[in-house]
Each structure stands twice: as C-alpha cells, then as structure tokens.
C-alpha cells in the first residue's frame, strides 16, 4: 500500500516550512519527499490524499503525560488517552510513572507497552520512576528498566527529596542513557497550597503556593547537573526566575533542558477568580509576568519542549470544593492549537514551534523521530493551521473532560494522523472548521 | 425590591454602594424588631431557611436562625457531623438533596474557599455565605459597617486598623473589600507571617507594629487569634504574640481618644485583646452581636422577601 500526500506545505523542524511537498508513502516508511506533481504515479495501490492548503507535520512527541493505566482506569487508560493524542496530532506520548502500581519495576513498564500495543493508536514510551514507590530512597534498577523499553525516568509529583539521591540518579541513569525529568517542587515551601501565592490568591482568599517553591528546586537540579556534568530536564517549568535560572545554566554549558506546557502560555492566575477546579493544576497558573517570560523563554530557546502535562481526572476528583479537587487538567486535544497562537502573535516561528512538538522531544528522551526524511519511519499528522472552530465537551476523546478551554475557540487543528505508515486517525465530523 | 438584585449573598466584591447602603438601612428598622417584646414580624411566612454549617460555629449560626425566625421563616439547622458530609457525600450531591426540598435560602459555613460559589452555581435557592475558609465572611462585615456607622454616623474618610492573622482571616478580607468601598482608609497590622502577599493590592496599608498602625485611627477591628488553626511557625508562643501584637490599654492610647475597639468574636482574653480594653467603654462588641442580627434579617429580608409588598413594620 502506497499513500501519497500532495500538494501540502512541509515543515522541516531544523530547515523550516518548504512549500509543495509531496509525501510518499510505502509500508512503514517515507519512501519520497519530492515537490508538488513530480510523483505522479496512479493506480489502485496508490492512495492519494489531497492535502492542499495543509501542513504536512513530523508527528507531535508528548514528553509529559499522565495515562492512569494501571489502576485509575476510570480517569483514561492507554486506549482512550493515545485516541486523544493521535486526534490532537501526536504520533508518541512518553507516561508518568505515577500509577497504581508505581511503574517501578519491569513488569508495569511491560504492561504499558502491551497496553499500548493493543490499542494500536500511536507509540507510548514509558517513563519509570527514579525510586521504589516514588517514595525517594531506593534507586528503581534503571537497566532494567531501559531495557524493557523506558525511556526516562522521573519521581514526578512526589519530586525527590534526597539531594544524595537524586545526585546518584542522575549519575547512573546516564549510563543507561535515561533521560532524568525533575517535576521541581519544595513541598515543604507548597504545603497546602492551591494556586500561586500572589494578589489573586490574596483577593480570593486560597492557600499560595509560591514561585519559589518551584525555583530552588530548579536551582538545586541545576546545580546537581553542573556537578556531575549528567543532564536533568527539568519538567512543566512555570515562573520567569526559573527560566533565567535555566537561561544562566545553558549559557555555562550546564546540561539542562526544560519544558513547559501550553496553559502557562495562554492562561494567568487571574483565571481563578470564580474557583474553576478546570484551572487548578500544578505548578498553578502564575501571573501575567510569568506568561510573558514563558514565551520569551520559548522563543529564545531557554525552553526547548511543548509538552502537555495531561492529567485526566474525573467529575469525582473535580466537582469539588477548590481546595479539595485534584491539580491537574487534560491536554492532548489542545496543544496544536494553543501552540499555533504563539506562531500567530509572533512569539514562534512555524518551525520553530512544530521542533518543540517534535524533534526537540525526541532529542532530549533519544527517540530517533520527530523529523521527515526518505527512509525514516512515516510518523507524521497534517494539519490545518487556520481552522477555527469552539472546543465542545462532548467532542473530547480524553476520558476525563477536564479542560479549561471547553467552550473557547480555538485556531488549528490536526486533520490526519499517519504512525508506522498506517493511518491512525482522519478527523471527524464533529469538529468541523468555522 | 428595587435596586437589590441579587439571588446570593457570596463576598462583599459583589455588593455596590448602593446595596450595601439598602442592607444597612434596612437593619435599622429590623433593630427595632429586636427590642420589642414580641419579636417576630409575619415578613418571611411560608419560607424556607436551611443553615447548613460545615464548619463549628455558635453565634454566626444563632444569629441566622434568630433573625430567619423574627421574619417567621422555617429553619433547620445542620452541622456536618449530623449530615451526611460524613457519610462521604460530596458537597454538591448534599446541596442538590437539599434543593429538591425546595428551600428559599441555604445559609453555608464552609472550610473551603469558594464552595457557596460552587453550591450558588447549581442551585436554585439563595445562598448566603456564613463563612468560606479564609475567603470571606461578608455577614460579618456588614454587621461591622452597621456598628461603625451606628457609633460614628458615617464610614466614609474614618481611619481604621485592623489587627492579628489577616492572611487568614475571612472577615479581614470581607471588612477590607466593604470598608475600603465605603470610603473608608485602611491599615492592616501584625506580624509579617500573618500578612498575605501583595496586601497593598487589597487597597490597604501594612504596618506591622500594632502601636504604630492604631496611631489617630478611628477603629480599631482586633483579629481571633484561631489557636485551633494557626501553625507554631507563624509566631512562637501565645505568650510572645500577646506581648508583641495583643491591644491592651497602653498600646489603645495611640489611637483617638472616642476610637471603637472592635472584635468579631470569640476572644481569646489575654492573647490578641487584654480583659481591659475588651471590657472598656471603647469596647462595641457585644453591640456587633445584637447588630449581626439585625443585618442577618435585612439581608435575608431582601434575598427572598422582596416579591411581596407587605409591611416589615
């Protein structure tokens, strides 16, 4: 079976948008990327698509989400969560380990990709934790670990304490070329809080968190890295001093990268006047300030990811008093489009955007994806970046609903999703364009 | 009612000048009510008040059911160890139980911040907010803005201090957002563990010394200090905070000589208030109690008695 791709526009995340390219298809594979008409072959074992006016994509890459598989089911398994992702553009989504079990050991890792396999939508690459339970102690066997087919690992919400700990995890993870993620929070310094601790806080009268809560952490990993010379990346990153933080790291050669995830360049804390639990996440949403050093951080490159976060939660954890309700909110079916307004108000370029959705991820968790080339595997989605249309609830393929951009307009959005050659999703009819 | 268009009372951020004016003067006529010998006017016959108390309290709750009674308003009372909050009900599942009876009013105490935002989001009947975690405690405000203008004639251009754990304190927030509406110039004081950040964003002062911040004020609004809530590294000892941050008559001596020293209850006698100045002639707050009924009638009163046109005399 032959797919060609005609007439849409390619972006290269390292040479930029070429216009009129088309893609052929052949098994697993890209087998041409040749301009617009040259390739004109018909016949029945060629399907063409009519791409014009598009965008042809390497396939997106989420380093950080959250697929509750095993044991919160409820909230999204692997099946429902990839059908998101290869909905909202993503050909690979790398998973936190913190589910019931802990992805500790190899047989939850394992259990993962049979999930993941079985579901057949896109390609899943499991983060183990850094230690047993993710309770800060003992080192997981990260041999083990890679070999079963994790790619990085991370303690995730419950960050590790022990700065001895987290030192020697990143020493030995290098060995086993596992890329370090570090969610950077003091706990002690977040206790309670619910949102960032600031004039909104104040005026509505919620438990802060403080930016520097997040920011020694990141100066600790930092320091941690330039110690040991072993990279730590450093995860959701929030506050403008942590990404001058990374900003001075980098200009040393310290090796760090970071990321951060659509809603800290969209949204402000001023979004929770009115107690929403859909903007309750963690690191919260900080002030406007902060947006702003975010996208100057993304635009400079001190930020080399887009990733999500996605963090299913049902109405259970979520139609609750504010204080009460689980952080975190879902992402994979809006990530192109909120990228994309950067690119829109000039913040990125077209290029530059899609790298931090693909080839960037790749890099840091060693995929080699995340880029269109004859002869690589086709993990590809193409996409229309002007087509507007409202976010409806009943449209989310995510299991869990919750989102803060239900009921916004949102610009952009993924019209063909192709892994392994095989076209894993084709839009639907629901979403139609404005 | 003209000109009192709300179908809930949530903060005091909700309420213009005008409504708050409305609320105050029409305590006034329900003080009276207080004073007879039969206290109980037909005003809110055949309504439904629910006083759901998820939070310990006595007087915010005495003060609902009295005055919900002098209107002849049915009322029940639960707290949530009777409910069935303990049984693992979630808030709203309760709230919705509650409106399928068809109350006019729920009164809400809460522990959380935001939750008569989230039951007035779902539910038909008013809500009142008695108290949302550190949020707001607007009944009490107006019950203090009653009193000050009932002692001072006015609000507007008075200087006042408020004392203690203001980060915490829902009705420092609730008295900030109406005092400062109102016209009136406000400093907030005590120690800086117990300021919230970006205080002057609330349109107020910070000074942290007591004596400093009582200099020529008008009012003098203490803060409980919540020895049940309150961690041991906001401040050391009890004994440390009374000497450092408790009003006693010495430190009263800054402010005006006819200043009005204010409290909303209880008071930890000998911690953030000395027996001297709570007993002293500049003491209002027994009079904040007997008021607090009054505006808990005049609130209720223009929530859900306004459609008829008969007399509250």
Known sequence: MTILLKGGDLVDPLKGVIAKQDVIIEGQRILKILPFGVFSETGPQISIIDISGKLIIPGMIDMHVHLREPGQEYKETIATGSLAGVAGGFTALACMPNTDPVNDNVSVTEFILRQASKAGNLKVYPIASITKGRKGDTLTEFGDLKKAGAVGVSDDGSPVVNSEVMRRAIEYARYHNLTVISHCEDLSLSAEGVMHEGSISTKIGLRGIPSASEEIMVQREISLARLTGCPVHIAHVSTAESISAIRRAKEDGVPVTAETAPHYFTLDHTALIGYNTNFKMNPPLRTPEDVLAVKKGLSNDVIDVIATDHAPHSRLEKDLEFDKAAFGIIGLETALPLTLSLVREGVLTMQSAIKKLTHAPAAILGINSGILREGAIADLAVIDPGCEYTLKEGDILSKSKNSPFIGKTLIGKNTLTIVEGRIVWTGDSTRTCS | ?313
């Open chain 2, 1 to 313: 009612m003209d000109g009192f268009n709300h179908k809930d009372l949530l903060g005091m951020g909700q309420l213009s000048v005008t409504d708050i004016e409305l609320i105050l003067d029409t305590a006034e006529s329900m003080k009276e009510i207080s004073l007879r010998d039969i206290k109980k006017v037909p005003t809110l016959r055949g309504k439904s008040v629910i006083n759901f108390f998820y939070e310990p309290s006595t007087r915010t709750r005495t003060s609902f059911e009295l005055a919900a009674k002098r209107l002849s308003a049915d009322t029940v009372s639960l707290s949530s160890s009777g409910s069935s909050l303990t049984k693992g009900e979630t808030l709203l599942d309760t709230a919705r139980n509650l409106q399928a009876m068809h109350p006019d009013l729920i009164v809400l105490r809460h522990s959380s911040s935001g939750a008569p935002h989230l039951l007035a989001s779902e539910i038909n009947a008013g809500i009142i907010n008695a108290g949302d975690g550190t949020n707001e405690h607007p009944t009490q405000a107006l019950l203090d803005l009653f009193t000050i203008r009932e002692k001072k004639g006015k609000i507007q251009g008075l200087k006042i201090a408020i004392i203690g754990d203001i980060e915490h304190s829902r009705v420092a927030r609730s008295n900030i957002i109406g005092l400062t509406k109102m016209g009136a110039d406000v400093t907030v004081s005590g120690p800086p563990t117990m300021i919230p950040s970006k205080a002057e964003s609330l349109g107020v002062r910070v000074i942290n010394n007591p004596a400093d911040a009582i200099k020529d004020k008008d009012v003098i609004m203490v803060l409980r200090i919540q020895l049940e809530r309150q961690s041991k590294i906001l401040f050391p000892t009890l004994r440390e905070y009374s000497t450092y941050f408790g009003i006693n008559k010495d430190i009263l001596r800054n402010a005006k000589p006819d200043a009005i020293v204010m409290h909303p209850g209880p008071i930890n006698r000998g911690v953030e208030m000395s027996s001297d100045v709570a007993d002293s002639p500049f003491s209002v707050i027994l009079d904040q109690v007997t008021n607090g009924v009054a505006v808990r009638m005049a609130l209720m009163y223009l929530l859900i008695g306004g459609h008829k046109s008969d007399d509250i005399a």
